[in-house]
């Protein structure tokens, strides 16, 4: 396995760890089409959750949730709409997450990013959670694993 797929799959496994202990129940991991491929499909009550989870070395490059554009997002929204179909299920409500990991090793300090959430970096690993419903973008601190 390549590194760059290692750290993927390491993240991928921390973001279900955190939704689970918050609750969620996760339905599927990596479910692929011919459209591309959803990394977390859980449940909270009656809605679905759909999570794309971005893991990095640093945010040198900018953060995991830079990396999620405006194409990237309507990808999301076609390929939950063919799960849904596929899987023959109805929800009321779907909400798009984003988990940004970001693995950095230095001592604990606070960092405000552009979108106003703040991060708090202690040992090795942080990571936010952003839901985006519709137009409006909703922001939560997703704490440390």
């Not at 797929?5 to 918050?22: C, F, K, T």
């Not at 009656?46 to 830079?66: M, Q, W």
């Not at 997002?73 to 970001?102: C, K, N, S, T, Y």
Request: hydrophobic share 45%; charged share 25%; proline share 3%.
């Amino acid at each position: 396995m390549r590194a760059k797929d290692a750290l993927g799959r390491y993240g991928e496994d921390l973001a279900v760890h955190y939704l689970e202990s918050q609750g969620l129940v996760v339905m599927a991991r990596n479910w692929r089409c011919s459209l591309g491929e959803l990394d977390v499909i859980a449940r909270e009550g009656s809605r679905l959750v759909i999570c794309e989870v971005k893991t990095r070395r640093s945010d040198a490059y900018g953060t995991p949730f830079e990396a999620v554009s405006p194409r990237k997002v309507r990808r999301l929204r076609r390929l939950a709409i063919r799960w849904l179909e596929e899987q023959q299920i109805h929800v009321p409500d779907i909400r798009f997450d984003v988990i940004g990991i970001v693995l950095i090793i230095q001592p604990w300090h606070l960092k405000l990013d552009a979108l106003g959430v703040t991060y708090i970096l202690l040992g090795t690993l942080l990571f936010a959670l952003y839901g985006v419903c519709g137009k409006r973008q909703c922001a939560r601190f997703g704490g440390l694993v």
